[in-house]
């Protein structure tokens, strides 16, 4: 059923009708790949990577055509969907997630593909570097990994007397395995024992959760990269509250949810200045001669209900320093 909505998906995702386009000459087609569904109306990172496109004069249907292709969010169909994508002759490639740059890195090394949002390209082998990443691939990345010192800082901060840390991160997500050993790493160095759980499945998550109630940890570390962990924030967040755990990420909409803190990018930002680099790719430009660029402004959420529900105090020097606080 999932390879048939997967195939469904890819005949039904042209934004022009096929007869309409074969009537006036081809204007240039953009191929947008993701692991996960894409969704009617279009999710806000989605949207932002069309606002920007419109920026640059590229109106979908009518100066550009853009084909999608998603794996429906089960990763082995991930090479499919980037095999199905590249018949369609794109002229360029933007994908969202490890799981999608490293399917269309595998499928072509020609077509020029662009990066809307990505933890670490490096780490994860998509690019030799962000200043000359090479090869046919650049775009924008938000680097998880390094920004994952900071967040335990943070949690750091607000429970002062922590000891243990967790941290779950999908084991099929090659970016979600950088960051782990980042967290783990800037664990050492804060005096924090740090656990290390990669999941496969959600039922290997309910399995998690069930032992960590009875062991807890100070503060419980959610990888940021799309996947299990990321798809099960709400779940986790509410684990963190029932547990009186104090649950930190790199996704505001988790700290919206329930959990205590987040320190992220702008993740929509991203996608809008993803267009622009399609928009430089369509003029002309080699992805090797594009640098990769990294989030000017990184946001710092805290959940004040939260806090007081797991009878957490943040510090009002912290609380100055937000940029998003839920109460």
């Not at 046919?136 to 000891?163: H, M, W, Y």
């Not at 779940?235 to 992220?264: H, K, M, N, P």
């Not at 959420?301 to 839920?326: C, H, M, Q, Y």
Request: charged share 20%.
């Amino acid at each position: 059923m999932k390879r048939r909505a997967l195939l469904a998906l890819g005949a039904g995702a042209v934004v022009a009708p096929r007869w309409l386009l074969a009537q006036r000459a081809r204007i240039p087609r953009i191929g947008y790949l993701l692991l996960t569904p894409i969704t009617e109306p279009p999710s806000r990172e989605r949207q932002a990577f069309l606002d920007g496109l419109r920026e640059f004069g590229h109106v979908p249907g009518e100066t550009v055509e853009i084909v999608y292709r998603s794996a429906e969010g089960e990763l082995e169909f991930m090479d499919a969907a980037s095999r199905e994508l590249l018949a369609q002759k794109p002229d360029v490639i933007a994908v969202s997630g490890s799981a999608a740059v490293l399917a269309a890195k595998k499928a072509t090394r020609t077509v020029p593909i662009v990066m809307l949002a990505l933890g670490d390209p490096v780490g994860v082998g998509a690019v030799s570097s962000l200043a000359k990443p090479g090869g046919n691939i650049t775009g924008v990345s938000f680097l998880s990994s390094d920004l994952a010192p900071k967040r335990l800082q943070l949690a750091k901060e607000c429970v002062p007397g922590a000891k243990r840390l967790a941290v779950v991160w999908d084991r099929r997500n090659a970016n979600s395995r950088v960051e782990s050993l980042a967290v783990v790493a800037a664990a050492n160095q804060l005096g924090l024992a740090a656990e290390s759980l990669g999941l496969g499945s959600d039922a290997e998550l309910a399995r998690v959760l069930g032992r960590l109630a009875g062991r807890k940890p100070d503060i419980l570390y959610v990888t940021f990269e799309g996947g299990l962990a990321a798809a099960n924030r709400t779940t986790l967040a509410e684990f963190g509250l029932q547990q009186r755990i104090a649950v930190v990420s790199g996704w505001s909409f988790a700290t919206e949810a329930g959990g205590l803190l987040s320190y992220a990018p702008d993740i929509p930002a991203m996608f809008r200045r993803g267009a622009y680099y399609v928009d430089r790719v369509l003029k002309g430009a080699k992805p090797a001669q594009l640098p990769i660029e990294q989030p000017t402004r990184v946001e710092l959420a805290i959940n004040l209900k939260t806090a007081k529900a797991i009878g957490v105090s943040i510090p009002r020097e912290l609380l100055l320093r937000a940029d998003r606080v839920f109460d």
